[in-house]
């Protein structure tokens, strides 16, 4: 374990937060919850206007606050430098490639020292190169980012969208960080904005093919995204006519069109089950059609292609998911055929449709790859083929784009040493053409670097895939510290994929890992379904198998890890801190989602009745209860010694609201019996995602990245890569 060395200097006095126990019984079980006052009981105002907070709440924030500036100060010059490193890999002046629609070629670009994205159009047949400052011959600036952010301490696009005849651009903004969202729509010719402002939405639009009717979706009291509406441009917003309303609070409502543009899309969804309606994007005053009603723990997404719907579902037992088809004027689940059967191991990932083609990412033994099916007839499946790779493809991405009747599919291939490359692939040629390569200013040279995968041994003998990148010149005795980064809900999986920031670590002796553990969906469907509600546990017995694996193959020494997680992979964080803390020297938790079981009991909470399914619900049941009460963070903080932990928080986040990492920290720091590091650094005009610029973030991850350095024995400045 670290010593006392690592604690801040004796001026910098921790925060001591009041002990206020709040009682709680439930199932005939009684606990206490001593700092439950931090819970502000005006939230929902708080995530509208921060400075409502109450006076008490915001001082103790504050507080931690200046306790981490005065404890990491040490840091200030190696965070300044590490946060000039992160910029210097980032091409300022960048662009996307732009994606063609008609006449005009749309795309998003950055300028040098900007912040926020530019978005413009360029005429279709531009050159596809881009000028100097990523502009392109003829462009058209269409929203900067940048200018609408002046003054504004938060500022984020949610959505940008031109209407389908190109006169018109529809916008949602947050500027607060508690994603509620205001739409604007400009008139692309004029520049003027029209009085068509939409207040508290969720953030997605989606045009009708008429060019004058938008959907919207807003959200309730409790933050929900429930409600579609229909608005007509020149209407009033307050009378326009509501399409679908949600009825259960456990399912969060989603928008968006087939690739076609034939159909507008309403998703209702929790995390395991779904249910679709489709309106007809020529008709948009027509009424939705259902698909299939919600079966409980079937998901499936739909596309079109002739007159038949595609349809990417679990259903039938598919545990790794199938595409089938269904006529588009009986959708019905009972007239589902299959049209790529289910094959177990090999997840589906996503489908993208065009009007000769179809096009599936999948994943199978941990590896991504991308399919292509031919569509001759409009009614079966042609021939497919895989797209080849020369080396082992660690992260693809399907980049969709705005035309249908293509035979160019785009998509993204990064590694953990390879920066991020954009390919046209001809699906007919089955030829490909490098669009763009990631660029970055102070160089990389992915030779410099070794990237690995080995297997873990789990406690009941699964193997967790651990993918590893590391500096070539760093000794592998088992002296190097280690950054084992895990997420581990949802189904979501972490691609091995290429990050800049990271080799300010690496760059300076770390060996930087990632553990691909239950929870994910990174061995197939499987891989999650063991790693949620009452098999949660699997996800902490993973982390700590990966860290153990990565100890026994010599990449380093139990005491020298540092865990990285965030939101739910911030809980995974609270969780092997409170199982084996002696395998860690440090712990960042990001938004870490800590107060599991007081949450999940909290049926107000913007979240907690849509993610019963993952966790449990401990209000109805008592099986559920004791489940989470077993491995809730904050609830199982005892007496003993925990690494060095720095914990961030956003305050008008919505998803982990701030009191969980502030209710965390402070009974960890009445409780710990180590004289270690302990912070929290609250991001007081920032949500879930901290804050908004691009730049912005840096500073956070320099913070982040000094403090593993700091606890590590490697915070010292250095004048080039490789010699801390």
């Known amino acids: 374990m670290p010593s006392d060395r690592f604690a801040p200097s004796p001026s910098a006095e921790p925060p001591v937060a009041p002990r206020r126990p709040k009682r709680i019984e439930l199932h005939g079980i009684l606990r206490e919850d001593p700092y439950a006052w931090l819970r502000d009981d005006n939230w929902r105002e708080v995530m509208r206007d921060p400075a409502v907070l109450d006076p008490e709440i915001r001082a103790y924030l504050e507080a931690e606050n200046a306790y981490t500036k005065a404890a990491m100060a040490p840091t200030d010059a190696l965070q300044k430098q590490l946060f000039a490193e992160m910029k210097g890999r980032i091409k300022e002046d960048d662009s996307s490639v732009p994606s063609p629609d008609g006449a005009y070629a749309y795309?998003?670009?950055?300028?040098?020292?900007?912040?926020?994205?530019?978005?413009?159009?360029?005429?279709?047949?531009?050159?596809?190169?881009?000028?100097?400052?990523?502009?392109?011959?003829?462009?058209?600036?269409?929203?900067?980012?940048?200018?609408?952010?002046?003054?504004?301490?938060?500022?984020?696009?949610?959505?940008?969208?031109?209407?389908?005849?190109?006169?018109?651009?529809?916008?949602?903004?947050?500027?607060?960080?508690?994603?509620?969202?205001?739409?604007?729509?400009?008139?692309?010719?004029?520049?003027?904005?029209?009085?068509?402002?939409?207040?508290?939405?969720?953030?997605?639009?989606?045009?009708?093919?008429?060019?004058?009717?938008?959907?919207?979706?807003?959200?309730?009291?409790?933050?929900?995204?429930?409600?579609?509406?229909?608005?007509?441009?020149?209407?009033d917003p307050a009378a326009d006519e509501l399409v679908y309303e949600e009825p259960d609070p456990g399912f969060f409502v989603g928008l968006h069109k087939t690739e076609s543009d034939r159909f507008v899309v309403i998703s209702a969804h929790d995390h395991t089950t779904s249910e679709v309606r489709v309106i007809d994007a020529a008709r948009p005053e027509s009424a939705p059609l259902l698909i299939a009603p919600r079966e409980r723990d079937i998901e499936y997404e739909v596309s079109d292609h002739g007159e038949r719907f595609l349809i990417l579902t679990n259903a039938g037992g598919a545990i790794d998911f199938k595409i089938a088809e269904a006529p588009l004027d009986a959708p019905g689940r009972e007239n589902w055929r299959d049209l790529v059967p289910h094959r177990e191991g090999r997840l589906i990932l996503s489908l993208l449709v065009f009007k000769d083609y179809m096009v599936r990412l999948e994943r199978e033994n941990g590896l991504p790859r991308i399919i292509v099916t031919a569509l001759p007839s409009g009614a079966t499946t042609g021939g497919e083929h895989a797209i080849a790779f020369d080396e082992e493809a660690y992260a693809l991405g399907l980049v969709p784009g705005y035309l249908y009747d293509t035979a160019t599919l785009r998509f993204a291939y990064s590694s953990l040493t390879t920066p991020q490359q954009v390919f046209d692939y001809d699906m007919a040629a089955r030829a490909r053409e490098l669009l763009k390569e990631q660029e970055v200013p102070s160089g990389h040279d992915p030779a410099d670097y070794e990237a690995r995968r080995i297997l873990a041994r789990g406690h009941d003998g699964e193997e967790v895939p651990v993918s590893i990148v590391y500096r070539k010149t760093t000794p592998l005795d088992g002296s190097a510290p280690l950054l084992l980064y895990g997420y581990g809900s949802y189904g979501m999986s972490t691609p091995a994929g290429f990050s800049t920031n990271r080799f300010?670590?690496?760059?300076?002796?770390?060996?930087?890992?990632?553990?691909?553990?239950?929870?994910?969906?990174?061995?197939?469907?499987?891989?999650?379904?063991?790693?949620?509600?009452?098999?949660?546990?699997?996800?902490?017995?993973?982390?700590?198998?990966?860290?153990?694996?990565?100890?026994?193959?010599?990449?380093?020494?139990?005491?020298?890890?540092?865990?990285?997680?965030?939101?739910?992979?911030?809980?995974?964080?609270?969780?092997?801190?409170?199982?084996?803390?002696?395998?860690?020297?440090?712990?960042?938790?990001?938004?870490?989602?800590?107060?599991?079981?007081?949450?999940?009991?909290?049926?107000?909470?913007?979240?907690?009745?849509?993610?019963?399914?993952?966790w449990g619900n401990p209000l109805e049941s008592a099986e559920a209860y004791e489940s989470i009460a077993a491995y809730s963070p904050y609830d199982n903080v005892e007496a003993k010694d925990y690494p060095a932990i720095l914990a961030t928080a956003g305050l008008t986040d919505p998803r982990v609201t701030y009191w969980e990492p502030a209710k965390w920290v402070a009974r960890l720091r009445a409780a710990k019996t180590d004289g270690n590091l302990l912070l929290l650094n609250t991001i007081m005009t920032g949500g879930h995602g901290g804050s908004s610029g691009r730049f912005d973030k840096l500073h956070e991850v320099a913070l982040s990245y000094a403090f593993a350095l700091l606890v590590c024995g490697k915070a010292k400045t250095q004048d080039g890569a490789g010699s801390a």
């Open 107 to 235: 795309y998003q670009r950055f300028e040098t020292g900007g912040q926020h994205p530019v978005f413009c159009r360029c005429p279709a047949g531009a050159p596809a190169s881009a000028a100097h400052g990523g502009k392109r011959e003829g462009e058209e600036v269409l929203l900067d980012g940048n200018r609408e952010a002046e003054g504004e301490p938060y500022f984020r696009v949610a959505s940008c969208e031109h209407s389908p005849d190109h006169r018109l651009l529809a916008y949602a903004v947050d500027r607060n960080g508690s994603e509620r969202y205001r739409i604007t729509v400009k008139d692309l010719a004029s520049g003027e904005l029209l009085p068509d402002a939409i207040e508290e939405a969720q953030g997605s639009l989606v045009w009708a093919n008429d060019g004058q009717t938008l959907f919207y979706v807003t959200l309730d009291a409790e933050h929900r995204p429930s409600k579609v509406y229909r608005h007509r441009l020149g209407g």
């Open 504 to 614: 300010s670590l690496i760059d300076r002796g770390f060996v930087y890992a990632i553990a691909h553990i239950r929870g994910g969906t990174d061995k197939g469907y499987g891989w999650y379904l063991h790693g949620k509600r009452e098999k949660k546990v699997n996800t902490f017995h993973d982390f700590i198998a990966a860290a153990e694996g990565l100890i026994d193959a010599g990449f380093t020494t139990a005491g020298q890890i540092v865990g990285h997680g965030g939101s739910a992979g911030g809980m995974l964080m609270g969780a092997v801190a409170n199982m084996r803390p002696d395998l860690f020297r440090g712990i960042v938790a990001e938004v870490p989602f800590v107060d599991v079981l007081n949450t999940m009991c909290d049926k107000d909470l913007p979240l907690t009745p849509p993610e019963w399914p993952e």
